[in-house]
């Protein structure tokens, strides 16, 4: 929800054979729960990690996990960091002496690992992995909607376009596309100025 919490490293205290919960970490605001639903929507997109790493690379789980990965410069090091309801994993695959690493990259080094470590820590803490009826990783906040745009314009679609996304987006009125229209039988794009001579 945009909230920083200080880490904890114990679930509960036993003292004198009674267990005792410990104070509850400080917490500070680090952005708006608008913003992190955003963040969290994107770096759990299925559908766009498919697009970059292809369908069951090891960045697919049969349930949501926000993800994201690295690779530095040079190829000398890589990294996979994401999180569940439940759990946050990183993983960095490197050289301590810095030196680089052959065809690796973050989605081939650290996330096979990230992978396995997810999914065995997912199991740890929750005694199960994530059903389709658990919980979204994360709630929209108030003043969002699920909106059909138009895949080309990002705008609010309309009977023409004729590939729609679905996004979070404020409520309220959008702009309509207004790059789709008929002609006849076909849509045909009117390309706004700025894209015509491209």
């Known amino acids: 929800g945009g909230v920083w919490r200080a880490p904890a490293l114990l679930r ?4 004198d054979g009674a267990a005792m919960t410990p104070a509850r970490p400080p917490e500070e605001p680090l952005m708006s729960a608008r913003t992190a639903f955003w963040v969290t929507d994107i770096l759990s997109d299925r559908d766009a990690r498919a697009w970059v790493f292809g369908v069951g690379s090891s960045l697919d789980f049969p349930f949501p996990v926000a ?15 994401g999180y569940t309801r439940a759990v946050t994993v990183g993983v960095w695959v490197g050289n301590f002496d810095r030196a680089p690493l052959r065809n690796s990259s973050g989605v081939t080094g650290a996330a096979p690992i990230f992978h396995d470590v997810l ?6 803490v929750s005694g199960r992995l994530p059903a389709p009826t658990d919980p979204a990783l994360a709630a929209p906040g108030p003043g969002l909607a699920r909106r059909s745009i138009c895949a080309l314009s990002g705008r609010e679609a309309t009977a023409y376009c004729p590939r729609l996304e679905t996004e979070w987006l404020p409520a309220g009125d959008i702009p309509s596309c207004a790059w789709h229209r008929r002609d006849g039988e076909r849509t045909i794009v009117d390309w706004p100025p700025a894209y015509r001579a491209w």
């Not at 509960?12 to 003292?15: F, G, N, S």
């Open 12 to 15: 509960r205290v036993v003292r």
């Open 67 to 81: 993800v994201k990965t690295g690779t530095s410069q040079a190829y000398r090091d890589n990294w996979t960091v």
């Open 119 to 124: 999914l065995a820590a997912e199991r740890r």
